[in-house]
C-alpha cells in the first residue's frame, strides 16, 4: 500500500487532555461534596477550552451548590447559547432563578427543562415548590400530582404535596397525602410532624397527639415535634401540660422567643396573667419585630386590665402573617385622633360581626368629635347591620363595606377595632350605663305582644353555643340539654335566639325534655341582624354564649348573663364586659367543668324569675 492511501488518525492532543483531565478531577470533587474545588477545576478546563459543554454544565450546577446563583445563571446562558436542548441546564437556570427570588423566571426555566423531557421528576419536583413559593397552589398541586404519578414510591413527593394541601387549607387531603409520605418510608420524621399539624388543624385531637409521640420517639429531640405536641395539648385544655412541654423547649434554649411564646398563651389559658406577660416580654426581648408576640401580649394585658399599652399593641394584629385582619389602605393617613376640622374620617370593620357590635360603642365618642369639630363621619360594616346602625348613629353616614363612591375623598381612616386605643384606654372611659343601639320599635312591639302570649313568666332569650362547633372549640360551649334546669319552669318563657340551623336541637328538647322554647315564625336570626334585634329587645333577659348574641344583647343595653373563659381579655381585668353595663360574664376557669358557669346562670335567672311572678 503507497504512503498516500495510508489512512492517519490524530492523537489527541495534549491540550485535549488536559481539558478532561481537569473535567473528571472536578467531577471527582463534584461527586464528594466538593463544590468549591470542582468550580476551580472546571473554571481551568474552560481556560483552555471556553465552549467545552461539559464543564459549562458542571461548573453552572457547582456554582448553584455554592449559592452563587448569578454565576450559575451566566455559566448555565453560555451552555445553552451552544446547545439550547439541555434540559438539565435549563433546571440549574430555573433552580437559580428560584433562589434568587424570581419565581417568574424560575417557572419558565422550569417548564422548559419539563418541555424537553416531559418525565424529568427533578425538575417537576423543584417546578412545584416555586409554584407554592408564587402562591399558585392549584398549579403546584397539580405539579405534585404529576410527579407523583411519574414517581409514586417517591415519600417526599406525597410530604410536599401534602404542604401545599395544607396552604390551601384542604387538611382532609394533606392528611392524606403525609399518610403515604409515612407509609412509604416509616422514618421520615418531617412526614410525621406535618400529618400531626394537620390532624390538629382537621379538630382531629386525639390522633394528632398519637402521631406527634410517634414523631418523638423517632427523633427525641425534634424541636418541631415538641412544639406540635404543645400546641395539641394546649387545645385539648391540658394547659399544664402544654405548660411543662414548652418549658422543656425553654431549658434546652433559654433564647427560643417562639417557645417563650407559646409558654405565655399556656399561662394565660390558665388565667396565670402576670406570668404569661412576663413570657411574652421575654420573647419579645429576644426577637423584638414579632407581631404575633405583641398581639398574644395585647391581649394578656387588656385581660390584665392593663388597658393603654395593651391597646396600643393590639394594632399589631395588621403584621400576623398568621391572622385574618389585614389593614386596608383607604385615606392617605390612619387616623390618630387628629381634630376633623372639615375633614372626613372612615371608619371600617375589620372582625366579625360580634367584634363589629362591641367596637361600635366608640362610634357615638367619634361623631360626637366629628360633630364638634365640623369634620364626618362615614362607617363601613357588613350590610346585615346597616339598618341597625342608621338608626342608631344618626349622625354618620352607614353603608356596606368597600363601598366608596369614585372620586370621594377620604381624609382619614380606621379600623372599628383601633378606637377603643383612643377612646377607651382606662376603665373609666367606659359609659356606666345606657344601651347605643336602637332596634326598631314597631317590631319590637309586635315581638312582646307574641311572647306575652305565652304566658305571664320571664321572656328569657338562649343562644348556648357558638356556630362554629369544631372538636376542639366544642368543649368551650354547651348543649342545649345543659338548660334542662330551665325548662319547665312556669316562670320563665324560653326563646330562641340561636342565629344558626339549630330547629332540629330545639325540636328534640322541646319534645323529649318538655323544655318549651319558642321560634319566632319566619326571623332569620342569621341574615335579619335588625330583626333579631328587635326581638332580644323585646325579650327580659338573654342567656348566651360568648357570641354576637351576647354582643348584640349588651348593646341593646339588656340584662344578659354571658358565660366564657375566666379572665377574659375583653372583660379588661374587670368581672364583667365594661362594654356592656347591664351584661353579667359568668367565668369558668381552665380546669373546671362548664357546668359550673350554667349552673350560676340558671340560679339568677331563677331568682330574677321569682322576683318578677
Known amino acids: 500500500m503507497s504512503a498516500k492511501h495510508v489512512l492517519h488518525t490524530a492523537a489527541p492532543s495534549q491540550?485535549?487532555?488536559?481539558?478532561?483531565?481537569?473535567?473528571?478531577?472536578?467531577?471527582?470533587?463534584h461527586r464528594q461534596g466538593r463544590f468549591a474545588d470542582a468550580a476551580k477545576a472546571y473554571e481551568k478546563a474552560l481556560k483552555k477550552s471556553p465552549k467545552e459543554l461539559a464543564a459549562l454544565n458542571l461548573l453552572a450546577d457547582a456554582q448553584l451548590n455554592l449559592g452563587k446563583n448569578a454565576r450559575a445563571l451566566d455559566t448555565a446562558r453560555k451552555a445553552i447559547a451552544i446547545k439550547p436542548d439541555m434540559p438539565g441546564t435549563w433546571m440549574v437556570r430555573g433552580t437559580a432563578y428560584r433562589q434568587m427570588g424570581n419565581t417568574d423566571e424560575a417557572i419558565s426555566a422550569l417548564r422548559k427543562a419539563l418541555e424537553l423531557k416531559p418525565d424529568y421528576a427533578d425538575a417537576l419536583m423543584i417546578l412545584a415548590g416555586t409554584l407554592r413559593e408564587a402562591g399558585q397552589l392549584d398549579a403546584a398541586i397539580d405539579?405534585?400530582?404529576d410527579l407523583i404519578a411519574l414517581a409514586p414510591d417517591m415519600s417526599k413527593a406525597h410530604y410536599n404535596l401534602g404542604n401545599?394541601?395544607?396552604?390551601?387549607?384542604?387538611?382532609?387531603?394533606a392528611i392524606i397525602a403525609y399518610e403515604e409520605a409515612v407509609r412509604l418510608d416509616p422514618a421520615y420524621t418531617p412526614a410525621l410532624i406535618n400529618l400531626a399539624g394537620a390532624l390538629h388543624s382537621d379538630e382531629r385531637l386525639d390522633e394528632a397527639l398519637e402521631i406527634t409521640d410517634r414523631a418523638l420517639k423517632a427523633e427525641p429531640a425534634s424541636r418541631s415535634a415538641r412544639i406540635n405536641?404543645?400546641?395539641?395539648?394546649?387545645?385539648?385544655?391540658?394547659m399544664d401540660e402544654a405548660e411543662s412541654q414548652y418549658r422543656q423547649l425553654i431549658d434546652d434554649n433559654a433564647n427560643d422567643a417562639e417557645a417563650f411564646d407559646l409558654l405565655g398563651t399556656a399561662l394565660q389559658g390558665q388565667a396565670r396573667l402576670d406570668e404569661a406577660i412576663a413570657s411574652y416580654r421575654t420573647a419579645l426581648t429576644l426577637e423584638p419585630a414579632v407581631d404575633r408576640y405583641k398581639g398574644d401580649l395585647s391581649t394578656a394585658l387588656l385581660a390584665n386590665g392593663e388597658l393603654a399599652e395593651g391597646w396600643d399593641l393590639y394594632e399589631a394584629r395588621f403584621g400576623r402573617q398568621d391572622g385574618l385582619v389585614h389593614r386596608r389602605k383607604i385615606a392617605s393617613r390612619v387616623w390618630q385622633g387628629e381634630p376633623l376640622n372639615g375633614k372626613k374620617l372612615l371608619i371600617w370593620r375589620e372582625q366579625g360581626i360580634g367584634d363589629d357590635l362591641r367596637f361600635a360603642s366608640c362610634f357615638a365618642d367619634v361623631i360626637a368629635r366629628a360633630e364638634a369639630e365640623g369634620g364626618k363621619v362615614v362607617i363601613e360594616t357588613d350590610p346585615r347591620l346597616i339598618t341597625l346602625?342608621?338608626?342608631?348613629?344618626?349622625?354618620?353616614?352607614?353603608?356596606?363595606?368597600?363601598?366608596l363612591n369614585p372620586g370621594e375623598t377620604i381624609d382619614y381612616d380606621i379600623a372599628a377595632g383601633s378606637l377603643p386605643r383612643l377612646f377607651r384606654r382606662s376603665i373609666e372611659q367606659f359609659p356606666g350605663t345606657g344601651a347605643y343601639l336602637t332596634a326598631k320599635q314597631a317590631q319590637t312591639d309586635a315581638y312582646r305582644r307574641e311572647l306575652a302570649a305565652l304566658g305571664t313568666g320571664l321572656k328569657v332569650g338562649i343562644a348556648w353555643r357558638s356556630r362554629n362547633m369544631a372538636s376542639s372549640r366544642r368543649r368551650f360551649y354547651t348543649s342545649l340539654e345543659d338548660w334542662a334546669a330551665l325548662f319547665g319552669n312556669e316562670n320563665i318563657q324560653l326563646v330562641n335566639l340561636q342565629y344558626d340551623n339549630a330547629a332540629a336541637e330545639i325540636e328534640d328538647a322541646n319534645s323529649r325534655l318538655n323544655a318549651g322554647i319558642h321560634t319566632v315564625a319566619g326571623l332569620d336570626l342569621m341574615n335579619d341582624l335588625d330583626g333579631a334585634a328587635a326581638l332580644t329587645a323585646a325579650v327580659d333577659i338573654v342567656v348566651s354564649a360568648g357570641t354576637s348574641v351576647a354582643d348584640m344583647a349588651g348593646a341593646l343595653g339588656k340584662t344578659a348573663y354571658v358565660y366564657g373563659a375566666y379572665r377574659h381579655p375583653m372583660c379588661l381585668g374587670t368581672g364583667n364586659l365594661p362594654w356592656y353595663p347591664a351584661t353579667s360574664w359568668v367565668g369558668h376557669r381552665w380546669n373546671e367543668p362548664i357546668t359550673n358557669s350554667v349552673d350560676k346562670i340558671v340560679d339568677c335567672v331563677r331568682a330574677a324569675a321569682a322576683k318578677s311572678a
Do not use: C, H, W
Not at 401545599?164 to 387531603?173: I, K, N, R, S, Y
Not at 346602625?389 to 363601598?403: L, M, N
Open 15 to 29: 491540550e485535549t487532555n488536559k481539558v478532561t483531565e481537569f473535567i473528571q478531577k472536578g467531577m471527582l470533587a
Open 143 to 145: 405539579a405534585y400530582e
Open 164 to 173: 401545599a394541601l395544607v396552604a390551601d387549607g384542604q387538611f382532609d387531603e
Open 229 to 238: 405536641r404543645g400546641n395539641v395539648l394546649k387545645s385539648m385544655v391540658r
Open 389 to 403: 346602625y342608621a338608626r342608631s348613629f344618626p349622625g354618620a353616614k352607614i353603608r356596606a363595606e368597600g363601598d
